[in-house]
């Protein structure tokens, strides 16, 4: 296999990014039979791609915004995905529930246009429901003044799981990828064209250069750092918006139907989704002046949630039923007055494509429903740019790693796809793993050995918040699980107890911001 470092190498396509958008152009590049690498300064999907409202929608708001362009284009997506990934990609049914008389048919109308631009790809027909049905479905919903609702379809899905098939199958395909490397500069040639990048690597604590034909730029709410390594003084081209979430016991809504509540008093929907036996109350969307790896919710955003969702359940949410919070930015394009920030869920979730003066193709916007269009039109572009040879994009009829229909999705384990039974195998090599991590949870440490052997998992917070997702499930037990994670860890990196007292101690403190046990101010 081709070495990352290796300087005799030139590779056809450098990934900058390793969110759902890299992920899917490295995946898409090597299917064509480039020769690709991806580098991602922290871990996969350490960014916004792991703090979705973790939905493969079509998009029900941006219908009744008008743009029905993007509404098609995402319903198709979504039901290749539901296609080449079935083990993770699950129907989900949501019901809209009416307090006025006009609600039922309005919502009705639109959710049957919803379906029929799905155009055959539509997971379930909507239809309108009785108050009694609704009551149901939803146990917990205030019946006071429910005169019914509407039922639709869309799909649930695992945000960061999907990313570490993604990877896999880019793996399988030929790309070289690697987490921890960090972009930090771009190499050009005599006549100012970008022809690689130099790179730190964060493990190793090395530095070298990858020479390049091209260089995606897909870095999300960190687009403006590598575009300012090639023009110092370019001016911004995102502007972060904040979007929080909270899980909760899925006691809030007392079923397995979600609840969409389509119109907020900041004029946006609100989601409550079943997800891994918990509840996901979601989201805000508030303008952001600066981006961070671990943004953190605001009290007010917090409240919002908590404030809105109440008005619905009978059970109503208070702080300290909030399991886990996270927050995350989504990389919207900069407003060119001032004024244009404020109501950022005015802006189209589209995505864009644009190539600087030197080469570099830079893709942001969009969404994870839409990753595989926008990979193929991000290595559509780059292909151009780099004169490289036209090859036809593959991946509408790609099965993703693990595919396996009806893997279920009883217990977590439905996540690993076709890979389960192979994980299983490891309690031959050492029955000890067997032994659960956290006494509320099913999880064990044959799925720490399986993170760090087959999934690229590095550090406790990788194995937590994106290979098990127990970070963002219940965050106090996750940080009651990471000495066993670390230790677990340790033995599989040949690392010593310095080091696990490290990533104890680095695990925590990540950790205690997904808690409401802490001062916000």
């Not at 993770?88 to 019901?95: A, G, N, W």
């Not at 009806?406 to 793993?433: C, I, P, R, T």
């Amino acid at each position: 296999m081709i070495q990352l470092s290796d300087p005799s190498v030139t590779w056809d396509i450098v990934i900058v990014g390793g969110g759902a958008t890299g992920l899917g152009a490295a995946v898409d590049a090597a299917s064509r039979g480039f020769r690709v690498a991806l580098l991602e300064q922290s871990d996969f999907t350490k960014g916004t791609s792991s703090r979705s409202t973790k939905l493969v929608h079509g998009g029900v708001r941006y219908l009744a915004q008008g743009d029905v362009a993007l509404v098609v284009e995402a319903l198709r997506e979504r039901g290749l995905l539901r296609k080449n990934a079935p083990h993770l990609v699950k129907d989900q049914r949501f019901i809209i529930g009416s307090y006025r008389w006009w609600e039922k048919p309005f919502y009705t109308l639109g959710l049957t246009v919803y379906d029929l631009l799905a155009a055959g790809r539509a997971f379930g027909r909507s239809r309108p429901v009785s108050r009694r049905q609704v009551a149901g479905e939803i146990p917990q919903i205030v019946t006071r003044g429910l005169k019914g609702g509407v039922v639709y379809h869309d799909g649930q899905f695992d945000d960061s799981r999907l990313a570490i098939n993604l990877l896999q199958t880019a793996a399988e395909q030929g790309a070289v990828c690697a987490n921890y490397v960090k972009v930090v500069g771009l190499t050009k040639d005599d006549s100012g064209k970008i022809s690689g990048t130099e790179v730190c690597d964060m493990i190793g604590n090395r530095t070298y250069r990858l020479r390049a034909k091209a260089v995606i730029n897909a870095t999300g709410i960190f687009v403006d750092d590598l575009l300012k390594m090639d023009v110092r003084e370019k001016a911004d081209t995102v502007r972060p918006s904040q979007g929080v979430h909270l899980v909760l016991d899925k006691s809030f809504l007392g079923g397995d139907t979600a609840i969409m509540i389509p119109r907020t008093s900041d004029g946006r929907v609100l989601f409550g989704v079943p997800w891994h036996g918990k509840v996901v109350l979601g989201t805000t969307d508030t303008p952001m002046h600066e981006s961070a790896l671990e943004p953190r919710a605001l009290d007010e955003e917090i409240d919002f949630i908590l404030r809105t969702a109440g008005a619905y359940l009978t059970k109503q949410p208070g702080r300290e039923d909030v399991l886990a919070v996270y927050a995350g930015l989504r990389p919207l394009a900069a407003p060119r007055k001032k004024a244009d920030g404020k109501k950022t869920k005015e802006i189209s979730r589209s995505h864009k494509i644009f190539v600087s003066d030197s080469r570099l193709v830079t893709v942001t916007g969009g969404k994870w429903t839409t990753y595989r269009h926008m990979a193929e039109d991000v290595v559509d572009r780059a292909v151009a740019v780099a004169g490289l040879p036209r090859r036809k994009c593959v991946t509408k009829q790609l099965h993703i790693h693990g595919y396996k229909k009806n893997a279920g999705s009883e217990s977590f384990s439905y996540v690993y796809g076709s890979d389960y039974e192979k994980m299983l195998l490891l309690q031959h090599e050492n029955a000890e793993w067997t032994k659960k991590l956290h006494p509320g949870y099913d999880y064990t440490g044959l799925e720490v050995v399986w993170a760090v052997r087959e999934e690229m998992a590095f550090t406790v917070e990788d194995v937590l918040a994106r290979r098990l997702r127990l970070l963002f499930l219940d965050a106090r037990a996750a940080i009651e699980a990471a000495p066993e994670v670390a230790s677990l860890m340790a033995d599989e990196l040949g690392r010593d107890d310095a080091w696990k007292a490290a990533q104890i101690e680095a695990f925590t403190t990540v950790a205690g911001a997904y808690c409401l046990n802490r001062a916000q101010h």
